[in-house]
């Protein structure tokens, strides 16, 4: 069965220094990779996916993401950290052989401090 | 487009009680999900589908039933709601297999 980890509850960091937020997942086939983030009283809005190709994938709002398959690892970052990127971020994956189901990671809360 | 809606966005209930949550996407997506999210335990996966007439159970489906009779509404049923069943409720619906999910703003629910 597929699972996602997210590690830490919450990552502390200070506005303009780099972000990462750590994701790992297990699957038996090739993995579908997502990232959201959730404001306050809102919905997920979606951020970046990894299909295939390219192991750095590009989203919005300036955040990127690596897959790395041997170390089954899918983190997000950022360069430098904006006060107005903390919010709740959750990691998510889909089985290529079974792509229906999506199962989402416990999420990590990001806090920037200015 | 309004793309995935959610009704109501707040709701109490007694113990016992039943109610069904709305949820439509106006899209034409095939693949649709519910999940709820308790504080500090991520979403989980209660039912999905895949089409019209197709539904699956997900990580946490007991105390709930779906139906999916047409490609847009995706309707969650409570039949006999419980204090565990408080939490906030998200639908989901998704294009193809390559593309992200979109979701609707949640359903408040608390159960008393």
Redesign the interface.
Known sequence: AQSVA?PE?QVNVAEGNPLTVKCTYSVSGNP?L?W?VQYP??????LL?Y?TGDNLVKGSYGFEAEFNKSQTSFHLKKPSALVSDSALY?CAVREYSS?????????TRLSIRP | NAGVTQTPKFRILKIGQSMTLQCTQDMNHNYMYWYRQDPGMGLKLIYYSVGAGITDKGEVPNGYNVSRSTTEDFPLRLELAAPSQTSVYFCASMDGLNTEAFFGQGTRLTVV
């Open positions: 997210q509850d579908y997502f959201y009283n809102r919905g997920l809005q979606f996916k299909i959750f792509a229906s189901k999506i199962i989402f990671g416990s999420g």
